[in-house]
């Protein structure tokens, strides 16, 4: 998984609250296992005009100023509803790294960090100024910094945040639940090495 330290990047508003998984990434594209791919069907519904071809220019994301915005801005309760873990998928294929909202769906919320997304929780009246700014400073960027645990813009504007260390070490160090595994490779195939060659292992069959 690819590390997380610091992010400069467009901030992209979506001054919504509730946005479901559902919304996020609509079922029907469901088909795929790789982790890639979902990206062009983000916000799918909201995105596109009936045709689900045309562009809708109403929609925040489809903005000029917003395009290749790396962090997102969103209204509380972002990502609840199902499970789903093409939702940060899709947010990832699409370019997010970052994430900002006073509050998150729990499962979602730590989907995001076994995907490489930091989901930074803030009170409401950050949430609040940030969005404002993007909506009325075209290109308004922010610095996310997992190391300091802060956020910044080129006013000299910052606030701090708090993130579990657990879940920081894994983004600071590209560490998904298998790398995490990996880091033990070596006790693993110690252990294996005693284990009688009839009863099953993990090794990979020949």
Known sequence: MEPFTKLTGIVAPLDRVNVDTDQIIPKQF???????????????????????????PAFELNRPEYQGATILVTGRNFGCGSSREHAPWALKDYGFRALIASQFADIFYNNCFKNGILPVKLE???????????????????????????????????????????RRHCLLNGLDDIGLTLQHEDKIAAYEA??????????AAA
């Open 30 to 56: 469901l088909k795929r296992i790789e982790r890639t791919g979902f990206g062009q069907f983000l916000f799918f519904d909201w995105r596109y005009l009936e045709d689900g071809k045309t562009p809708d």
């Open 124 to 166: 409401e009246d950050m949430v609040r100024r940030i969005m404002d700014a993007a909506k009325s400073q075209p290109g308004y960027q922010l610095t996310v910094d997992l190391e300091s645990q802060t956020i910044s813009d080129g006013s000299g504007w910052s606030v701090s945040f708090d993130v579990d260390p657990f």
């Open 194 to 203: 005693r284990r009688p060659a009839w009863k099953k292992g993990t090794k």
